[in-house]
């Protein structure tokens, strides 16, 4: 037994968070609760996503967490919370930042220095970080937010993206024992989410570190130890992402989108702890279905795309040639060509549009 022999007050140090019904509610608010009787321990070096449907009451309790509420955003607060042995409702809250540093979901409000490199040290300089160890923290936090070169930008010049990691870097620059990142990935393509995904698995081999990811139903959070749905202002499930992720039925009834993957096997009648999560094993279920690609009805959606395009009028935007370069150098369009037509939609195939089903399959 791993733990014999350790008191139980060294075994509750462990968890760095501690909630106890915790209800909020703003003073704008009328009859319901944001948060309604909240109970949640989170443990030393755990990566615990958070997901609920918009209004669950995500962000609320986040600004719990460090104290915004109720030290800033008044209301009726019950409850309590632990957080590294501190009552953040009853401390400063940059008392809590070396604690916890909370990553905004208006993460352009966290923004105000004058320059990228400012705005990483302005924590550290706070806590009186000697200017030697300030280098290596700068030099250490524009890798992991893969900012560098761009030091001397000023935010606003910044991608959205771009705009999004620092605000991660100038919460990690303070080293604290919590990060809570709330919708961390919003302003992100495909490829700077999974970059997002890619600096919470590097922090979280640091076990010290302790990670809170609020995030709409992602692929990513099945690299999570734990995930947590919250509805109402409660908690509806807590558990391991292969497990919650699979309840396909449960997600949807909450307004939310289950995995594509879950959804699609599920929908075929897939027993529920059989469902893949992610597409590698997706495909590998496909195949072992005996599932293929029904050609009748893929070459259908191709010749329905042909026909809509013949429908496009005339362009409204054209252009061609277009190249662009900010006066720092940074050379951001090269060489564009592009149209679009009036009436022209994006479109992408849906995996059950294309697959034939297991019965059709069997029934050949
Ligand atoms: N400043 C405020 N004043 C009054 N009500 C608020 C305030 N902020 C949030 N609320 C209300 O509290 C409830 C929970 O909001 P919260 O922002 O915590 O939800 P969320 O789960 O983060 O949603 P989303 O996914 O849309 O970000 C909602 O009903 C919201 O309207
Ligand atoms: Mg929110």
């Known amino acids: 037994m791993q733990n014999e022999g350790k008191s139980l007050d060294n075994l509750e140090v462990q968890k760095v968070i501690r909630i106890r019904d915790l209800s909020f509610q703003y003073k704008a608010q009328k009859g319901e609760k944001a948060l309604d009787g909240l109970t949640l321990d989170i443990e030393k070096g755990q990566f615990v996503v958070i997901m609920g449907s918009s209004r669950a009451g995500k962000s609320t309790l986040a600004n719990c967490l460090n104290g915004l509420i109720p030290n800033f955003m008044k209301g009726k607060y019950e ?9 953040p409702a009853q401390e400063k809250v940059g008392t809590m930042a070396k604690d916890i540093g909370l990553v905004f979901q208006d993460f352009e409000s966290q923004l105000f220095a004058t320059n990228t490199r400012l705005e990483i040290v302005f924590g550290p300089e706070n806590f009186n970080v000697p200017r030697a160890e300030m280098q290596k923290i700068m030099d250490r936090i524009l890798k992991v937010v893969k900012l560098e070169g761009m030091e001397d930008r000023q935010p606003s010049t910044l991608s959205g993206g771009q705009k999004q990691r620092l605000a991660i870097g100038s919460v990690l620059a303070i080293q604290p024992k919590i990060v809570c990142m709330d919708e961390p990935t919003t302003d992100l393509d495909p490829m700077g989410k999974l970059g997002v995904f890619q600096i919470a698995k590097e922090l979280h081999q640091d076990r ?23 509805d109402d202002g409660k908690i509806v499930r807590d558990g391991k992402p292969q497990d919650v992720l699979r309840e396909v039925e449960y997600f949807g009834s909450l307004g939310l989108m289950a995995l594509q993957v879950p959804r699609y096997f599920h929908s075929l009648g897939i027993a529920q702890a059989e469902l893949p999560l992610n597409p590698e094993a997706g495909l590998a279920k496909f195949r072992e279905l005996g599932l293929g690609i029904a050609e009748d009805k893929y070459a259908g959606l191709v010749r329905k795309d042909e026909e809509r395009e013949q429908t496009y009028s005339d362009p409204i935007i054209a252009v061609k040639g277009l190249e662009h370069t900010y006066p720092n150098g940074n050379n951001v369009v090269t060489h564009c060509i592009w149209r679009l037509a009036n009436n022209c939609q994006s479109r992408r195939f849906q995996l059950d549009e294309v697959a034939t089903s297991w019965c059709a399959t069997h029934d050949d």
């Not at 409850?79 to 009552?87: H, P, R, W, Y």
């Not at 010290?208 to 919250?230: G, K, S």
Request: net charge negative; aromatic share 0%.
């Open 208 to 230: 010290d570190l302790t990670l809170i990811i609020i995030e709409h139903e992602t692929e990513e959070a099945l690299e999570a130890d734990r995930i947590v749905v919250m």
């Open 79 to 87: 409850g309590e919370i632990i957080v590294m042995g501190k009552n």
